[in-house]
């Protein structure tokens, strides 16, 4: 689905920009294509009534040399045009009012010595409003405007959103607005245009939430992406602040990658550039700066890690989350100038599962039960996770129990005191839970 949005307002950086913005990261999450023209960029004469239009029955057949055919033919060409308009005097801005003059003439042929075809007939139009005073006084007139513009074009008319500028005594977005311009983007989505959508299990959800924030963009990596569901839902459900200039889908086999390309197409979902290669091999540094690894083991994830082809993290956010070799995982990266800055848990299940966020820099030595449990203090399935690992610990000593092996004997010592500062680390949890 393809919709256009025609910008009425002078300013780039005013309120209806602003309300623009949710509405079309929602129409971009909902698969839909988008072109928004800034109509003060555009020259668009007013309408000289000279009636010419009205002798050409198969065009636009309009005497004036501007911009208005270029922009009459990307409203032809979507399905949904949104005029999105700033109140001036009761009505829309001037350019704006100089193209729907001359559309509603040179798009309906109705008005000459022989009727002819109504250019935009069965298009849907729907408008984004601000404005001063409380909408029934002042976007009424436009709203009816609009209505009668739509029965005479042979248009649909699709609703019209207002919110109002309170002034310079208040910030003009709020939580409310956006989420206001986020149901009215879903309400021009009928259901058969909507993709599919992606769920995520607790265990992705907690990789995707520690996804942070960037007001400059995101460029993102999903390493091993399989089915991405990672991207795709991270493209669905966008976040203020956490807007994604690139997303990279990379896997190392070819099946995964087709399926992670199936998720995308039904979820009708766009903007996604899926990488076949190992790791990182593929990606350029500039490329990213924040990289997924989840689902695999520690091991596999610190071969990534030294094989990316570049060396400076300095602007990169990683979000590991790994299966296994959690102690080997954290032992590599506190050696090789990573520093481990937050850990969560998830649950499935019966399955405890962390997440870890790095960045390059020094950290405090992990003592070694914290290179097993982590440091995720504050989580509240910290109690759960260190039994997990106390009852797995636990059992490893039991095996080794009967051993004479030197070697045996040596891991078993340390495994001791790894069991010892676990048990520490419950005391001080239980301690602080109190
Ligand atoms: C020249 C001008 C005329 C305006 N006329 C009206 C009006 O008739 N009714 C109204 O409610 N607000 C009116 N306003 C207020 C704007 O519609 C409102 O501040 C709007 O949010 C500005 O949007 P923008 O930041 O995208 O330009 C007017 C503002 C200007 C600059």
Redesign the pocket.
Known sequence: MKLTILMG???KN????ALLEPFLQECAALGAETETIWLYDRSIAPCLGCMTCQDCLDGLGCVQKDDFPTVFQAMADSDVIVLAT?????FCTAPMKALLDRAIYAGTKNYGRQKGPRLLAGKRLASIV????PKE???DLWEDALKRFCKHGGLYAAGVLCCR?MGRQAP?MDEEKEQAARNFARTLFPPETRGKQVHLSPRLRMAADMIPTDSNGISLVDVGTDHAYLPVWLLQNPQKDRKFVHVIAADLREGPLNRAIQTAQEAKCSGIDFRLCDGLSAVDTKEANVIVIAGMGGETIVHILKDAPWRDWTDKTLILQPMSSMPELRGWLQENGFRIEEERLAQEGETLYTAFLVRAGEMDPLRPAELWAGQNRNVPLRGAWLNQWLARIGRALEGMAQSQDSGIHTRRQFLTSVYGGLTEMKEEWEQWQK
């Open positions: 307002s002078p300013r005013g309120n209806t920009a700033p109140i001036y005097a009761f601000t404005c001063g005073y006084k002042a976007a500028d003009f």
